[in-house]
Nanobody, 126 residues
Framework: VQLQAFGGGLVQAGGSLSLSCAAS????????LGWYRQAPGKERELVAT???????NYADNMRGRFTIARGNAKNTVSLHMNNLNVEDTAVYFC?????????????????????WGKGTLVTVSS
């Protein structure tokens, strides 16, 4: 299983930016996809998650500015970020949790691990 994030870059304060992530591999189902971020010198923190049923959860300081959505393509997720400020500067990581994968034998296996993409840098300038 691999996660690859796209997007990121440099944007001015008040601007918008979108990220996308695609999970690949022998994935039958993903219970939840999400985004986390890690600013310099800080711990990784939740940005937003979305379940397979479409339920969303946002960090308090991002609710209303950020929107997470599952993509039309299977096992994809996007994050639309509006009204960005300097404090949003961070490396953003895509996460997949609660996977059901197909083994080479054809059997299904529930995988309890969290999978992470490599991260994409978002820099907001003042």
């Amino acid at each position: 299983v691999q996660l690859q994030a796209f997007g990121g870059g440099l944007v001015q304060a008040g601007g918008s930016l979108s990220l996308s992530c695609a999970a690949s591999g022998s994935i039958v189902r993903i219970d939840a996809l999400g985004w986390y971020r890690q600013a310099p010198g800080k711990e990784r923190e939740l940005v937003a998650t979305i379940t397979s049923g479409g339920s969303t959860n946002y960090a308090d300081n991002m609710r209303g500015r950020f929107t997470i959505a599952r993509g039309n393509a299977k096992n994809t997720v996007s994050l639309h970020m509006n009204n960005l400020n300097v404090e949003d500067t961070a490396v953003y990581f895509c996460n997949a949790h609660g996977l059901t994968v197909m083994l080479p034998s054809g059997n299904l296996q529930v995988d309890g691990e969290d999978y992470w993409g490599k991260g994409t840098l978002v820099t907001v300038s003042s």
